[in-house]
């Protein structure tokens, strides 16, 4: 609530001109059946033609002036929820932003989209709905109770007793509701899983021709969503015609029991009837917006439950600045070292379900790793603790001799370049997204990089250059091509530890050994390891670890390996068959 309060408390002051051109809209329109009274007691009865044409001539008057702050108080309600969500929006994307990997797996990718999507329109719908709405309506509803008592005190009581009725039937149907609007938001949830997931792999879809299948899918969750819609809004749906039953029972009876008092010719005159009836269908139709605006504010409570979800995760690897101290400084690393100690690793915090470990190696500054192993086996989980994209279970992992929890984490990131397995190239140019790795690279630079990549004579071969547009997810250059100027993107950061998670698998064997030999010939100092499903791609590096089952199953050189490693010889006598 507080989060929110924060966010809300900047649109007070124009809430607070809303409120009064809510207040001088409802005090004019509240006027109109008052005087209509006096038209027809005084004017009409009276056959007075004066006050006929001034009273009707105000009424005008007062219409006109009520039409342009009803307009003034509509633009700031409109306003005020419009701001209102930017902020959340704003707020919500950066703290997905903060989010580690773990937080992310808790998470589904299409949930998040939905809830920052969807979620907060639907919560815009209700502020617009209660800031324009929501604060002119009780006023109009104690305005017109209180004419209706001056006017009448029996016919003023049966119209309380029907909208104490309507009152406990809207909260039963609030009651019923509510749930089916939560369950409708995570139906979407789900429908934009599908969605994501077909429309990423489209491509798959159509070369194993599974479209039926995947239509077959989205009908499924399209039921469901249209299903679950329809009982939700059946049920709450059903507020306006109890209203509006309730406001024909109420004008039957005042123009019955209204009508014999009019008849008898007691104080209650044709007009002051006229006037009860029009201000009990204010009070009614008030009533007919509070409980629509009661049914939206029920429905984007599900939708504020699922933002909290997100707003009180907790980072579990959070960027927070480390403080200096004589002998260390959390923001230098020194050199790309990297030591692993009794080092494990689990997605679900489980030590029995280990992804990973225990890993004992020591890797000095500049050395080549090669990691290799069955899918599976926890190659990408391992790199992944460099880098803190994950935190150990147990044990240490070290960086140029220092916990890497000790350090701050944007420079330990800074200091990584990792070219992930499944890597992802964002719209915009080819400078574009070199550029990621460091914002102020000048095209030189780029160029330097582009060709230690082999990605130079590609770049150069298209038309635009170093402009090229890619789209996201890089899907205008092939598979090969995009792991080039991942690689590049990677090193332009000149980092001390250089990560490549099966970055060179779609490269020939010419062009991943023109690569290497740029990459490795590195004056200064980068460690790097390089995890690959060939043999040939990790069998020239300075240690080889073997990975199984998350495990170490043997560290040595290629030779080394070939006489200790039955796993690594396997391998190596498979994939050579292969080349034969
Ligand atoms: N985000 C995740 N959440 C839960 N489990 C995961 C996640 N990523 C990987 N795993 C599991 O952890 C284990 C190790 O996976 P990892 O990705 O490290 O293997 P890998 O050796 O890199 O495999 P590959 O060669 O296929 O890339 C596997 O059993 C995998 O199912
Ligand atoms: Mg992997």
Redesign the pocket.
């Known amino acids: 609530m507080k989060f929110y309060y924060s966010l809300f408390k900047k649109q007070i002051p124009l809430l607070l001109v809303d409120i009064f051109c809510l207040m001088v809209d409802v005090a004019l329109e509240m006027a109109q059946p008052f005087l209509m009274a006096i038209i027809l007691d005084e004017g009409i009865k009276k056959q007075d033609f004066n006050i006929i044409w001034i009273v009707s001539a105000i009424m005008l008057a007062m219409a006109i002036v009520a039409i342009l702050f009803s307009v003034l108080a509509m633009n700031c309600s409109v306003k005020i929820a419009n701001r209102f969500c930017y902020d959340i929006r704003k707020q919500i994307f950066h703290k997905i932003q903060t989010f580690s990997?773990k937080n992310i797996?808790e998470f589904e990718v299409p949930s998040l989209i939905t809830r920052i999507t969807s979620d907060v329109n639907i919560i815009r719908q209700m502020m617009t709905m209660v800031t324009r709405a929501g604060l002119k309506v009780p006023l109009m509803m104690i305005v017109g109770s209180v004419f209706m008592f001056i006017y009448n005190l029996k016919l003023a009581a049966i119209v309380l007793a029907v909208c104490v009725v309507l009152c406990f039937s809207i909260i039963f149907i609030i009651y019923r509701s509510s749930p089916k609007f939560q369950k409708m938001q995570v139906a979407l949830d789900d429908i934009n899983q599908v969605i994501e997931e077909d429309i990423d792999g489209i491509r798959v879809v159509k070369s194993f021709v599974r479209e039926d299948h995947e239509i077959n899918k989205f009908q499924t969750k399209n039921d469901r969503l249209m299903n679950l819609g329809i009982r939700a809004f059946q049920v709450s749906s059903i507020n306006i015609p109890l209203i509006l039953f309730g406001a024909n029972i109420c004008n039957a009876l005042i123009l019955g029991l209204g009508g014999i008092d009019v008849a008898k010719g007691t104080s209650f005159t044709t007009g002051r009837l006229s006037s009860f009836v029009n201000f009990s269908t204010i009070v009614l139709m008030a009533f007919n917006m509070v409980s629509g605006i009661a049914i939206n504010i029920s429905r984007s409570s599900a939708c504020f439950k699922r933002l909290n979800q997100i707003i009180n995760v907790k980072i579990d690897i959070p960027y927070e600045k480390k403080e200096k101290t004589d002998d260390f400084d959390p923001s230098v690393i020194n050199d790309g070292s990297v030591e692993f100690i009794d080092a494990t690793f689990s997605?679900?915090n489980d030590k029995e379900k280990l992804?990973?470990g225990p890993v004992n190696m020591k890797v000095n500054a500049g050395e080549i790793i090669g990691i290799v192993?069955?899918?599976?086996?926890?190659?990408?989980?391992?790199v992944?603790l460099i880098p803190r994209l994950y935190d150990t279970l147990s044990g240490q992992v070290k960086v140029s001799r220092r916990d890497v929890k000790d350090y701050d984490l944007i420079s330990l990131r800074e200091n990584i370049g990792v070219v992930t397995?499944k890597n992802v190239l964002f719209t915009g140019t080819i400078r574009d997204n070199i550029k990621w790795g460091k914002e102020d690279a000048t095209d030189e630079e780029i160029n330097a990089v582009l060709k230690k990549a082999q990605a130079y004579d590609f770049v150069h071969s298209f038309n635009d250059g170093l402009d090229t547009l890619v789209s996201q997810g890089g899907t205008s250059v092939s598979g090969g091509q995009k792991q080039r100027l991942s690689i590049a993107r990677a090193l332009i950061k000149e980092p001390k530890i250089l990560i490549l998670?099966?970055s060179t698998s779609a490269l020939d064997v010419e062009t991943e050994a023109k690569l290497k030999k740029n990459i490795y010939n590195n004056e200064k100092k980068m460690t790097i390891f390089i995890?690959a499903?060939r043999i040939s791609s990790v069998m020239d590096a300075d240690k080889i670890l073997v990975?199984d089952n998350?495990k170490v199953d043997n560290i040595g050189t290629h030779e080394e390996l070939l006489k200790n490693s039955s796993i690594y010889r396997d391998m190596y006598v498979t994939q050579q068959k292969g080349v034969d």
Do not use: P, R
């Open positions: 990997f797996d997605y679900s992804a990973v192993g069955g899918t599976g086996s926890g190659k990408s989980s391992l992944s397995q998670d099966d995890i499903q990975l998350g």
